[in-house]
């Protein structure tokens, strides 16, 4: 079974800079892309970015391009999230989640594992 979980949350003012880290069990994390997805309060989750399985290619969504940084570590089975400029419209819950394939993809439809989420709030 794999686990994920997520941290580095917080309130932050915005134009802060938060890091959120997602560590995940199991012995075949490089195998699989990784992605960051957000849901705020009374809207669907939407994709946030994703990474490759060696950390090769990403992909961001429009609104986080330029501010955001997805990275990964495999010696450590960690992903991460770099979060610069934090506007109050970042405000949302983060979630981690594992890919089917080693392919990256932002279609959450494509993501088989997620975690529990870490909250993020941007104060104005």
């Known amino acids: 079974q794999v686990q994920l979980v997520e941290s580095g949350g917080g309130l932050v003012q915005a134009g802060d800079s938060l890091r959120l880290s997602c560590a995940a069990s199991g012995r075949t994390f490089s195998n699989y892309a990784m992605g960051w997805f957000r849901q705020a309060p009374g809207k669907e989750r939407e994709f946030v970015a994703a990474i490759s399985w060696n950390g090769g290619r990403s992909a961001y969504a429009d609104s986080v391009k330029g501010r955001f940084a997805i990275s990964r570590d495999n010696a450590k089975n960690t992903v991460f999230l770099q979060m610069n400029s934090l506007k109050p419209e970042d405000t949302a819950v983060y979630y981690c989640?594992?890919?089917?394939?080693?392919?990256?993809?932002?279609?959450?439809?494509?993501?088989?594992?997620w975690g529990q989420g870490t909250q993020v709030t941007v104060s104005s």
């Open positions: 989640a594992r890919a089917r394939s080693v392919t990256l993809t932002i279609m959450i439809a494509s993501y088989d594992y």
